[in-house]
């Protein structure tokens, strides 16, 4: 046998299991080793809002409190010293990484705490947060920080613009108001027995949104109120705004990010050009809804001390009154333009939004006379003369001269429908309780 035959005799046999084996020990295709694609990383977006009082960097959307730092060197041009101030209600650890984040930004960090909610807005609490930027020797070109819902920043805002003619104020929002209404009209200071009277010119210079802090899930009176400003914005935009706004509707109450953010900046662009337009009558919107509410929570609160009239154990919050200044001022505008049927359209549509939103009719138990009285009296404290923000139609929304009789008739029927409410929830309650 020769050597060539000898050598291949001595070669082992193939077993059945050799192509498999194979197969195994060469290189795996490229599309079975490649694993499934990371989720993408969330999107902060970004959005420049000019108004008279200068401009808001808007940033929203999942991380945007990692560029905390970044804004606020932005805004003092040389990182230095900036002050911290975080509302009651702010948890701890928000603090603590907003404070890391300005750390290592290159600022030295003071710190300071404010009340939260609507006690906040007095010129108390100002003059104590005048007295900090004293001792910490804050200057115009150090910035205000301030973390909390929309009352909180509105005190850092009158601070800030009133103090050494102006110093930059980085906000960080922790309800939806916050984003959606101050960002274009922060909120007035009381003044001794002069409630909402005190306006600095001034705003934001960024204002960070991030969903994570602001939208809990809960219907919180900050969530709500944040709901019912992009109703008004979006009437007052006009009636594009508020089809966009009617169609992402259940996107918004769900939190679903997209759509949220997407509404949050439509809106707030929206209000940023009502509220800067060139025509008086243009900006006469952003009153809309506004002065029947604060007459609303006017009304109630003098007749809280007294039970029998106010027959629900609920009390409803500003957002829920503002809605219904928002229904009582449609039908007003539709009795006065009537026969208009666009207008009676516009009152069940936009009736349709607020409850889609959760505002939902408030029970209660209010003498018409006393709801005019208090209505005249919140009016005519700003102005000479009384005159409402009603919607004409999308976008139209004008100071109009109503009646007395007009007003005292449609309040009169508003008062009626929220006692008959307000009766049958107390009855539905005793049921339950039985």
């Known amino acids: ?125 100002v003059t104590e947060l005048y007295a900090t930027l004293a001792a910490e020797h804050v200057t115009a070109d150090d910035p205000i920080v301030v973390i909390g819902d929309a009352d909180a920043i509105s005190l850092a805002i009158f601070a800030g613009a009133t103090w050494h003619m102006g110093c930059p104020v980085v906000a960080v929002a922790t309800t939806l108001d916050a984003v959606t209404d101050v960002t274009v009209t922060p909120r007035a200071i009381d003044a001794p027995a002069a409630p909402d009277m005190l306006v600095a010119r001034g705003n934001a210079r960024f204002m960070l949104a991030d969903p994570s802090v602001f939208a809990s899930g809960e219907l919180s009176n900050g969530e709500l109120m944040g709901r019912a400003v992009m109703v008004a914005g979006a009437v007052a935009a006009g009636e594009n705004c508020f089809s966009e706004l009617a169609v992402r509707a259940g996107g918004v109450v769900d939190a679903a990010e997209d759509t949220l953010v997407a509404a949050i900046l439509d809106i707030t662009k929206a209000r940023a050009r009502v509220v800067s337009s060139s025509a008086l009558a243009m900006r006469q919107g952003i009153l809309y809804g506004k002065a029947i509410g604060r007459a609303l929570e006017r009304a109630l609160a003098q007749q809280q001390a007294d039970p029998s009239r106010y027959l629900v154990d609920e009390r409803p919050g500003s957002a829920r009154l503002l809605a219904e200044g928002l229904r009582i001022a449609a039908r007003l505008a539709a009795a006065k333009q009537a026969p208009d049927d666009k207008l009676v359209d516009f009152v069940f ?79 539905e309650a005793q049921t339950e309780t039985n």
């Open 1 to 125: 046998m020769s050597d060539e035959n000898t050598e291949a005799a001595q070669q082992p046999a193939p077993t059945p299991d050799a192509p498999a084996e194979a197969a195994a020990a060469a290189p795996a295709p490229e599309a079975a080793a490649s694993e499934p694609e990371p989720a993408p990383a969330p999107v902060v977006r970004r959005q420049s809002v000019v108004m008279r009082t200068g401009s808001c960097d808007m940033r929203v959307g999942t991380g945007a409190l990692d560029q905390l730092g970044n804004a606020a060197r932005i805004a003092a041009g040389k990182p230095s010293r900036a002050l911290l101030v975080s509302a009651a209600d702010v948890a701890p650890e928000l603090t603590e990484r907003a404070r890391r984040l300005l750390v290592d930004t290159g600022f030295a960090v003071s710190l300071a705490s404010v009340p939260a909610g609507r006690a906040t807005r007095s010129i108390e609490h």
């Open 349 to 427: 549509t936009q009736d349709g939004l607020l409850e889609k939103f959760g505002l939902a009719e408030v029970a209660c138990v209010v003498d018409p006379q006393t709801l005019l009285d208090c209505l005249k009296a919140e009016e005519l404290a700003r102005s000479n003369r009384f005159m409402l923000a009603l919607p004409l139609g999308f976008g139209r929304v004008r100071l109009t001269s109503v009646p007395d009789e007009l007003l005292l008739e449609h309040l009169s029927g508003w008062c009626k429908s929220r006692r008959k409410l307000a009766r049958r929830r107390a009855r």
